[in-house]
């Protein structure tokens, strides 16, 4: 049952920590994408890779947010310094582009206090 | 500004009847359109899509597409209050990098 997953599933951190998510995509599928999700804002699509090459990453703070795809199983989204703006849920999808469709993983609930 | 709209809800319907959740969109180069389920506390989980203009069936769920209208629904038939969930409806903007573009999704409550 192939799936996408993410870790950790939670985490809780004090404003000026660095966070570090981390996402298995589906094997086989060519694009990743990091999605931040509050009720506020709804699901707002942080940055995305298409073959590990990172396409756009406009809708991230270029500041603090940094997103990297070091070989096809793995793709890291990381926070430094975090600040309580930054409590959400963040979503990892993975799809193909023929297809294009995306499957979500479980993902990282952030609390930064 | 590509968008998809969509009527945040909530939208209540009794169980047994049909649902009818709809959705707008602005680029008229979107080629695909998909809607995704999303429980309270859970993620996204894909349960239709549809590429060419009239309905798509998948068991209680059809999809209607009308390009000329620019206008995409969901209709779930027999609606369970397992159906109770928020919906988003995603469009590909006529880009062809497989990036989506989503609304702000529409919640659903199916009252027993």
């Known amino acids: 049952d192939a799936r996408v997953t993410q870790t950790p599933r939670h985490k809780v951190t004090e404003m000026g920590q660095e966070v570090t998510m981390r996402c298995q995509p589906i094997l086989g599928h060519n694009t990743v994408f990091w999605y931040r999700q509050t009720m506020m804002q709804g699901l707002e699509l942080l940055a995305y890779?298409?073959?590990?090459?990172?396409?756009?990453d406009s809708g991230m703070p270029k500041d603090r947010f940094s997103a990297e795809m070091p070989d096809a199983t793995l793709a890291t989204l990381k926070i430094q310094p975090s600040e309580p703006r930054d409590s959400a849920v963040y979503f990892c999808?993975?799809?193909?582009?023929?297809?294009?469709?995306?499957?979500f993983g479980p993902g990282t609930r952030l609390t930064v206090t | 500004q590509k968008e998809v709209e969509q009527n945040s809800g909530p939208l209540s319907v009794p169980e047994g009847a049909i649902a009818s959740l709809n959705c707008t969109y602005s680029d008229r180069g979107s080629q695909s359109f998909f809607w995704y389920r999303q429980y309270s506390g859970k993620s996204p989980e894909l349960i239709m899509f549809?590429?060419?203009?009239g309905d798509k069936e998948d068991g209680r769920f059809t999809a209607q597409l009308n390009k000329a209208s620019q206008y995409v629904s969901l209709l779930i038939r027999d609606s369970q209050p397992s159906d109770s969930a928020t919906y988003l409806c995603a469009g590909d903007g006529s880009s062809n990098t497989g990036k989506l573009i989503f609304g702000q999704g529409t919640t659903l409550q199916v009252k027993p």
């Open positions: 890779f298409r073959n590990r090459a990172p396409l756009d």
């Open positions: 999808a993975s799809g193909s582009v023929r297809a294009g469709e995306q499957y």
């Open positions: 549809i590429y060419s203009n």
